[in-house]
């Protein structure tokens, strides 16, 4: 498939998805209209974008994105893979929102009915009053955009055959950094996490893509590098669907990483070493396992193998229900339109250097 061809899709799909008369019930967000979007060095992460997004698609009315010339690429990208969101073709003040979603670089939006204010502190010692509301950390965008989250529902009934797995990158320097995950965290890096589990000898390692097909039948606690082999969007979740236990270690430059909220939407009870970066935090032996050195995690993938049946059925049950109750956008949304404040603030996590929590200093 072309470039060209893929551009010329991208651009049918984002003038298909322009507005260019809201009605008084929709939702506008207004988000650094004069800063880029982009990755971890720009001044404002395009994945922070997406989960508020995603978070809108449960919004009674069509959300609508407010974007400056700087950043309409990004915006043609990602509109299109939402199908209730709408870019807004004409100036955003201009209209009566029923909500006005904004970090305040923007307009005021006298004529918005309610104002959601962003603000980038999302962080474990974040105190949170009436009007203060986290919103969820989300699936990987690439579930979103394939469909494959929608099979979430399905796939919590699946028979489990792996007692515990991790599957993920662990290779390379990125996974290294103990200027920020160890120094500024205080956890262990996601390669001193892998470097533990293999020097256990309790973990069976898959070698190439061509063997993942066996891992069901391995009865042993599985580690899938994807430098070796790689997992296909299309059988992430049914990978980890049939494990007990996912190992939730943290990302390349904050603890936070997809893969545990992936692992609860499904109920995949995880074995993490950040369940305060949760709110409420995660409870150890409820609806996760919590290891904070090499030694403890040895110990906890032993209690794993130890575990009864009834007991893990219990805490999967209980990672549902956590993910049902805190991190679906619809339980989100519906929190956040309940408050009868008029004015409320959105905490978020933004990934970008510039707003990540970063904690004590090395």
């Excluded at 994945?47 to 009674?60: A, C, E, K, R, Y």
């Excluded at 891992?215 to 049939?242: F, K, Q």
Aim: charged fraction near 25%; aromatic fraction near 8%; proline fraction near 7%.
């Amino acid at each position: 498939m072309s470039k060209l061809f893929v551009l010329g899709r991208r651009i049918l799909a984002a003038t298909g998805s322009m507005a260019f008369k809201p009605t008084p019930n929709d939702v506008v967000l207004s988000i650094c209209r004069d800063s880029p979007l982009g990755s971890a060095n720009e001044s404002y992460n395009v994945v922070t974008l997406l989960h508020l997004l995603q978070l809108l698609q449960g919004i009674d009315g069509s959300p609508h994105v407010a974007a400056s010339g700087a950043n309409l690429v990004y915006t043609w990208k990602v509109i299109g893979w939402y199908p209730r969101a709408r870019w807004l073709a004409r100036s955003a003040d201009n209209f009566a929102w029923r909500i006005a979603v904004s970090d305040g670089t923007g307009p005021a939006f006298h004529h918005a009915r309610r104002h959601w204010s962003i603000r980038y502190d999302y962080s474990p010692d974040l105190q949170l009053d009436d009007g203060d509301f986290v919103v969820p950390y989300g699936v990987s965008p690439g579930l979103i955009h394939s469909g494959e989250w929608s099979r979430k529902d399905s796939l919590r009934g699946v028979e489990r055959n792996i007692p515990l797995l991790f599957a993920g990158s662990c290779s390379g320097r990125a996974y290294e950094r103990k200027d920020l995950i160890s120094a500024r965290y205080e956890k262990m890096t996601r390669a001193e996490v892998v470097a533990a589990l293999r020097s256990s000898d309790l973990f069976h390692e898959v070698p190439t893509a061509d063997e993942l097909p066996d891992i069901h039948r391995v009865g042993r606690p599985i580690l899938i590098d994807s430098a070796r082999a790689r997992i296909p969007t299309s059988e992430w979740l049914r990978t980890i669907a049939a494990a007990d236990f996912l190992v939730c270690p943290p990302g390349m430059a904050m603890p936070m990483s997809h893969n545990i909220i992936e692992a609860l939407g499904i109920g995949t009870i995880p074995l993490t070493n950040y369940p305060e970066w949760f709110f409420p935090a995660l409870e150890d032996g409820v609806n996760c396992l919590v290891f904070h050195d090499s030694e403890d995690l040895v110990e906890r993938v032993e209690e794993i193998l130890r575990m009864p049946a009834e007991r893990i059925e219990t805490m999967r049950a209980a990672c549902r229900a956590y993910y049902d109750r805190n991190l679906d956008p619809r339980a989100a949304i519906a929190r956040i339109e309940a408050c009868p404040l008029d004015k409320v603030r959105l905490h978020v996590l933004d990934e970008t250097y510039n707003h990540l929590p970063l904690g004590q200093k090395a």
